[in-house]
Nanobody
Framework: QVHLVESGGGLVQAGDSLRLSCAASGRTFSSYTMGWFRQAPGKEREFVGRIIRFGGGTYYGDSAKGRFTISRDNTKSTVYLQMNSLKPEDTAVYYC????????????WGQGTQVTVSS
């Protein structure tokens, strides 16, 4: 069982940067591929990106490429989402999720953190 808690959301202006954190419980954090998703009001959940377990690479959805960066600190059991050049369309609840088998099935989800970008 993994418990995920996101933090770092808030209200920012267009063009600003924000870093989200997702702290995980448990001692096997490095064995999980971690993903970030977001959901805006009235829209479906959108894949933002993922960072592969055991030192693997990162992959991003189209909306995140070139502006967002995912990283992880396994010593702190935390994954980060650095978001730069934020746009109003980035406004959403952001969720982190853990994929224990690296099979694109996310077994555990956080409660989400709200990001609001004003124009």
């Amino acid at each position: 069982q993994v418990h995920l808690v996101e933090s770092g959301g808030g209200l920012v202006q267009a063009g600003d940067s924000l870093r989200l954190s997702c702290a995980a419980s448990g001692r096997t954090f490095s064995s999980y591929t971690m993903g970030w998703f977001r959901q805006a009001p009235g829209k479906e959940r959108e894949f933002v990106g993922r960072i592969i377990r055991f030192g693997g690479g990162t992959y991003y959805g189209d909306s995140a490429k070139g502006r967002f960066t995912i990283s992880r600190d396994n010593t702190k059991s935390t994954v980060y989402l650095q978001m730069n050049s934020l746009k109003p369309e980035d406004t959403a609840v952001y969720y982190c999720a853990a994929d224990q088998d690296d099979d694109f099935v996310y077994d555990y989800w956080g409660q989400g953190t709200q990001v609001t970008v004003s124009s």
